[in-house]
Structures are given as structure tokens and as C-alpha cells.
């Protein structure tokens, strides 16, 4: 069966740094886009960041310039560097894979087809 699995959150102060992984059994990440995606008690869930099977990417303008998303075929991984956090970013942090064929990874939650089940990072002092 097809399995995402996160890991890497945790407490974290702010300016502080976290990598995330989101690793893949029963299917091959390269082949698809994979989302970062985060929510917070209450809120919705808030797409972050895509990478495409080609390696494009996008962010949300929250995380612009201070998240990174890359991808490790060899090790079905994909990772999500953030630095600079700060306390908004507090979150359940999820990936998800995108099984449509699309020319670019989108942000939008209901393109995803299947998701892990979440990390929790928290950005306090």
C-alpha cells in the first residue's frame, strides 16, 4: 500500500531552523508532485509549497525566501528546509502526492490525492 510518512518537527525558537522529510513507500515520489501543506488549530489547511516530477517548485509568499522543498529519488524522499521560523509558522506540517499528470505542481488541497498523516512544529521561545 502507498504510504507517506513526515517526520522532523518539533520545538524550534524562533529564527530557528527545521528540516522536514516526507518519505514514500509503494510508489515512486519522482514520478508525481508532492505539496507541503500546514494548519493550525481552527484554520484551514494552507498549501506552502509543491515540487513537480520535472523539479519545479512554488511557495506560498508566507514562506517565500525562507522554506526550500527538494526531492531525493534514491531515497523517495522529498524535504522541506525551513530557517528564519517564526511563531505563525506553528503548525501540523503534511505532504501529500498529487497523482495527475500536471505541467505544474499546484498548492490547492483538493488536488491531492493522498496524504501522511502530519508533524508538529512548534516555533516558541
Known amino acids: 500500500q502507498l504510504q507517506l510518512v513526515e517526520s522532523g518537527g518539533g520545538l524550534v525558537q524562533p529564527g530557528g531552523s527545521l528540516r522536514l522529510s516526507c518519505a514514500a513507500s509503494g510508489f515512486a515520489l519522482g514520478s508525481y508532485a508532492i505539496g507541503w501543506f500546514r494548519q493550525a488549530p481552527g484554520k484551514e489547511r494552507e498549501g506552502i509549497s509543491c515540487?513537480?516530477?520535472?523539479?519545479?517548485?512554488r511557495y506560498a509568499d508566507s514562506v517565500k525566501g525562507r522554506f526550500t522543498i527538494s526531492r531525493d529519488n534514491v531515497k523517495n524522499t522529498i524535504y522541506l528546509q525551513m530557517n528564519s521560523l517564526k511563531p505563525e509558522d506553528t503548525a501540523v506540517y503534511y505532504c501529500a502526492v498529487d497523482y495527475e499528470g500536471r505541467h505544474w505542481c499546484s498548492t490547492q488541497a483538493p488536488d491531492y490525492d493522498a496524504w501522511g498523516r502530519g508533524t508538529q512544529v512548534t516555533v516558541s521561545s
Open positions: 515540487i513537480a516530477s520535472s523539479g519545479g517548485t
